[in-house]
């Protein structure tokens, strides 16, 4: 698992990208307090980033960030059943909540180390950009 490689979160403010990656205390903040986040980052894309900015410009990141630890929260919390998406260069492609709580789980539950990925093709690969 500490092999994966895979982009960090981040949110549009404006006309900058600025990072948006959650924290382990937060993620651990959203367990302990059972507030998880039903919600596909893909599928409300357009809902959620209208949460973010309807606080105006200085909460978009704490609230895309708090978003991603909720998200990551509900996987400690629930697991889930499809498995991560990796290339063959080990990069995800998709899966970054649930590779966040496996780590999780894996750091401060207990949980084991390892994971099941299937392979993809490459996609958001960048091919050792990294
Ligand atoms: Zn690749």
């Keep these: 698992m500490d092999q994966l490689l895979r982009g960090t979160y981040g949110q549009k ?3 900058q990208g600025l990072a948006a990656d959650p924290s382990s205390a937060g993620i651990a903040k959203a367990v302990d307090e059972w507030t998880l986040e ?3 980052f ?3 894309k357009e809902e959620l980033a209208h ?3 309807s606080e105006g410009f200085a909460r978009v990141i704490p609230l895309a960030r708090q978003y ?3 998200r990551v929260a509900f996987f400690v919390i629930n697991g889930w059943t499809d498995a991560i998406q990796i290339c063959i260069h080990n990069v995800l492609e998709e899966g970054g909540h649930r590779l966040l709580a496996a780590r999780f789980r894996s750091n401060h539950l207990n949980g084991p180390d390892e994971i099941d990925c299937v392979i993809v093709p490459c996609n958001k690969c960048l091919r050792g950009g990294y």
Excluded: A
């Design 13 to 15: 403010v404006g006309c």
């Design 38 to 40: 039903f919600r596909r």
């Design 42 to 44: 893909q599928t409300h």
């Design 51 to 53: 949460e973010f900015y």
């Design 68 to 70: 991603h630890e909720r």
